[in-house]
């Protein structure tokens, strides 16, 4: 049986990028990360985003192509201010390339408003526009505005800036089109998301749900089809988005409180 850290790495190995080449740095394109010989546990109880970079340090600590340097580098101007932090802080072992890398796993959620597309997360506070603006016009920029703020033996080296953003784009499950944004990567995971109130108007009475776990959200189907899950009925009340599985199908679904987005970013 496929335990959920093992098919949490395995997903960063086979699962597509969220978002492809921005202007300010391309998307990494590993080469030879595959699973370790020896899984180590790691916390499902933080965030996902840290678990997600826990995961990924794993591969790149296992891969005989980079050398992790560093994870979490806190990049401070004094003692006082820290304007940022570095993901992770590599070298490319053919090259000697240094390579700073911005990781991030993401979801989000297209909803058609009178203003065009909005994207939010399951928690609507995030979305898609202010996520891309913050990474291109921050997180990607550090190395190039704080150079001097870097650990010493660095400064003087070039950096090659990259960024890595999983995860899964959900259309609305009666969008006429699928979304489109700007800098999407086109073979992205997709997914589709609805209301609580239009899931007995979607799906046959008796249909048989699980509950994705938050740990495996960034896991695709075919990789969790032996790992034990929660039953959920469409009768129960939710105040949070969950994502669920149906017996058969390769979607993915979210299914969110009614009145999506807005009562979520009151």
Known sequence: MTSPIQALLQSFIEG????????????????DLSLPDSITDLNSNQKLGHLCEDAFAVLLE????????????QVQTDIHTTVGELDFLLRDLGNGQL???????????????????????PDARDNY???????????????QKHRDALPKPYRNESILTRQLIYGCLF?????????NPEFINPHCRRGCWLSIDECNEHFPQGTHFQI????????PPQ????????????????????????????????????????????
């Open 223 to 266: 990789l969790i089809q032996d790992i034990p899950l929660e039953t959920w009925e469409p009768e129960t009340s939710i105040d949070r988005c969950i994502m669920v599985r149906v017996k058969d199908d390769p979607i993915l679904y979210f299914i969110t409180p009614a009145n999506y987005p807005e009562r979520l970013t009151k």
């Open 99 to 121: 390579i700073h890398l911005e990781l991030a796993t993401k979801f989000y959620l297209a909803v058609k408003t009178e203003n065009g597309l909005a994207l939010p997360g």
């Open 16 to 31: 597509p990028h969220l978002i492809g080449d921005l202007p300010e740095a391309n998307a990494f394109h590993y080469g």
């Open 129 to 143: 526009f202010n996520k891309l603006q913050h990474l291109r016009n921050h997180q990607l920029k550090l190395t």
């Open 212 to 219: 994705i776990p938050k740990p495996l959200w960034p896991v």
């Open 171 to 179: 259309d609305h499950i009666h969008a006429a089109a699928p979304a």
């Open 62 to 73: 296992s891969s005989p192509q980079y050398e992790l340097l560093t994870q979490n580098l």
